[in-house]
């Protein structure tokens, strides 16, 4: 049993409204043809056919605010109702009352301590690390979670090595962004392929979106509706290149925020999580309605 946690930070399920949601705009072949047609919005949950299963879960928690990075990610490492313990919603990153729940207690030390193998199959580049060596940078959630669990970080060795992937799956940001010219690129859908591989190696593994996120603040409806037909390719190519009897793919997020491009700020929308793989290992899923349930259903499905 593999599971692979595909997550895209502050992405929503909005209204049906091209103006403000990128996700009505783009254009998803894909993903629309395994939603019977829909798009990607609220009124699309919930939906089940024999492709895939979507739910829509509830990150606000019973917390008022808005939902927050640090504590939304903590609760789907953990499914501890964090902002309800500490009554308040906290990001981007880990102040000490949110940290304290990701030693220990999340899906990656727990199945370390089970004695199988897991991965944050995302590469980090060297500047990363000096971030964070020097102190100007701090960990978010998930990878303060990895190391935590005694886990390394991958870095830019593990890129070129195809050990991981760049953060947009393609690694185009490498050779832009870091003139890394002679870095790994991929063509959308063989990124996919690539993360089915990668994912395979592990018991549970981790990707981390976060560029949706970004637009998202920026309020960018360009750069946002790019990335979702850039997803939309990868996800072809990773669900060609997974077998459902392997295991489950469990894709979801955080909080609302890319969904709405007529506000900067994060949203209180409920947020997609949808669920690809073998129906009998879905049934774990099925009574869940907000984020704290889903780190609780992986661990029953991974026996740890």
């Given at each position: 049993?593999?599971?692979?946690?595909?997550?895209?930070?502050?992405?929503?399920?909005?209204?049906?409204?091209?103006?403000?949601?990128?996700?009505?705009?783009?254009?998803?072949?894909?993903?629309?043809?395994?939603?019977?047609?829909?798009?990607?919005?609220?009124?699309?949950?919930?939906?089940?056919?024999?492709?895939?299963?979507?739910?829509?879960?509830?990150?606000?928690?019973?917390?008022?605010?808005?939902?927050?990075?640090?504590?939304?990610?903590?609760?789907?490492?953990?499914?501890?109702?964090?902002?309800?313990?500490?009554?308040?919603?906290?990001?981007?990153?880990?102040?000490?009352?949110?940290a304290q729940y990701l030693d220990g207690a999340t899906i990656f030390s727990k199945t370390v301590k089970a004695g199988k193998k897991a991965a944050l199959l995302?590469?980090?580049?060297?500047?990363?690390?000096?971030?964070?060596?020097?102190?100007?940078?701090?960990?978010?959630?998930?990878?303060?979670?990895?190391?935590?669990?005694?886990?390394?970080?991958?870095?830019?060795?593990?890129?070129?090595?195809?050990?991981?992937?760049?953060?947009?799956?393609?690694?185009?940001?490498?050779?832009?962004?870091?003139?890394?010219?002679?870095?790994?690129?991929?063509?959308?859908?063989?990124?996919?392929?690539?993360?089915?591989?990668?994912?395979?190696?592990?018991?549970?593994?981790?990707?981390?979106?976060?560029?949706?996120?970004?637009?998202?603040?920026?309020?960018?409806?360009?750069?946002?509706?790019?990335?979702?037909?850039?997803?939309?390719?990868?996800?072809?190519?990773?669900?060609?290149?997974?077998?459902?009897?392997?295991?489950?793919?469990?894709?979801?997020?955080?909080?609302?925020?890319?969904?709405?491009?007529?506000?900067?700020?994060?949203?209180?929308?409920?947020?997609?999580?949808?669920?690809?793989?073998?129906?009998?290992?879905?049934?774990?899923?099925?009574?869940?309605?907000?984020?704290?349930?889903?780190?609780?259903?992986?661990?029953?499905?991974?026996?740890?």
């Amino acid at each position: 049993m593999k599971i692979l946690f595909l997550f895209l930070d502050g992405i929503g399920l909005g209204e049906d409204n091209p103006e403000t949601n990128p996700f009505v705009r783009a254009n998803m072949p894909y993903l629309e043809s395994l939603l019977g047609g829909k798009k990607l919005t609220a009124s699309a949950a919930p939906y089940e056919n024999e492709h895939l299963s979507l739910m829509a879960a509830d990150p606000n928690l019973g917390v008022k605010g808005l939902p927050q990075s640090a504590t939304g990610q903590a609760v789907l490492l953990t499914g501890i109702n964090i902002p309800a313990e500490l009554g308040y919603h906290y990001g981007p990153k880990p102040n000490p009352e949110v940290a304290q729940y990701l030693d220990g207690a999340t899906i990656f030390s727990k199945t370390v301590k089970a004695g199988k193998k897991a991965a944050l199959l995302n590469a980090y580049p060297p500047r990363y690390f000096d971030g964070i060596d020097s102190g100007k940078r701090l960990y978010s959630a998930i990878p303060q979670a990895v190391t935590n669990a005694g886990l390394p970080l991958f870095t830019q060795d593990d890129l070129y090595s195809g050990r991981a992937l760049s953060a947009d799956f393609t690694g185009q940001g490498w050779r832009e962004f870091m003139k890394l010219s002679d870095s790994p690129l991929y063509q959308s859908e063989e990124a996919g392929a690539k993360l089915a591989a990668l994912a395979k190696q592990y018991d549970f593994s981790f990707f981390e979106y976060w560029a949706s996120d970004y637009a998202g603040h920026k309020q960018d409806m360009p750069s946002a509706t790019r990335q979702l037909e850039t997803f939309d390719s990868v996800l072809k190519g990773l669900l060609e290149a997974w077998q459902a009897e392997e295991g489950l793919i469990v894709l979801t997020s955080d909080h609302g925020n890319m969904e709405d491009l007529s506000t900067r700020k994060h949203t209180s929308a409920h947020v997609p999580l949808l669920l690809f793989g073998d129906k009998t290992n879905q049934t774990e899923f099925k009574t869940i309605t907000d984020l704290a349930g889903i780190a609780p259903a992986i661990n029953s499905l991974l026996k740890i």
